[in-house]
């Protein structure tokens, strides 16, 4: 079995719209996604303005975004280039059309990294979601499936509803939460169910 590509996108990240969601969305079809989030010096350095949101504010949210393997800060950050990180070896840098330059296509040409420009009506809209079925409206059983997560999240959905993380595992009955038991050489996670609880929010949400 191969091991799923390492992408990269990195910015700011300050003040995320639904076009950044669909940026991380679509960029974690193409493996593990790792953001290099700029830190509120290279953000102030390189946008011309101090970030709307402290550095901690942006790693907590996107480290909520159920899209996003892993996010690592960098303070060395540049507008046309990755910075080199111990341990991480981009495949694929992917970006906006509207961010996107000659340069960068350059350096990821001279790194052997592949260069995946999206582009506006590639991220345009936002795809139909189960979960926003009418209650009392059942699912046929020709409807098609949900679609799968992320790869590196196995079978776990997170998602964000105005700051409040939700976390559920597949199952049309049940939670399932993992229960470590440890012996002296043997290690099992046992899955045990519990009732699925119904969870509401409320709000405008207007960010």
């Not at 910015?11 to 969305?25: C, M, Y």
């Not at 960029?27 to 996604?33: F, V």
């Not at 997170?158 to 939460?177: C, D, S």
């Not at 470590?180 to 949400?205: L, N």
């Amino acid at each position: 079995m191969s091991l799923a590509k390492q992408v990269i996108v990195s910015g700011g990240f300050d003040d995320i719209r639904s076009s950044d969601l669909r940026l991380l969305e679509e960029a974690s079809g193409l493996g593990r996604l790792t953001v290099l989030l700029w830190d509120d010096r290279a953000v102030e350095r390189l946008t011309g303005t101090p970030p709307k949101f402290p550095l901690a504010e942006r790693i907590y949210v996107l480290n909520a975004i159920r899209y996003v393997g892993n996010v690592i800060p960098v303070g060395d950050a540049a507008s046309d280039s990755l910075p080199d990180i111990p341990g991480l070896r981009p495949e694929i840098w992917a970006d906006l059309e509207t961010s996107a330059h000659e340069t960068r296509k350059g350096f990821c040409r001279d790194k052997g990294i592949l260069y995946r420009v999206f582009k506006r009506e590639e991220l345009s809209g936002f795809p139909e979601s189960p979960s926003l079925q009418e209650p009392n409206q059942s699912r046929s059983t020709d409807s098609p499936s949900p679609r799968p997560s992320p790869a590196g999240r196995g079978g776990m959905i997170r998602r964000w509803f105005g700051g409040i993380m939700i976390r559920a595992v597949h199952g049309p009955n049940a939670f399932l939460k993992r229960k470590r038991t440890f012996h002296e050489s043997d290690r099992t996670d046992v899955p045990v169910v519990q009732k699925r609880k119904k969870v509401v929010a409320t709000g405008c949400y207007d960010w």
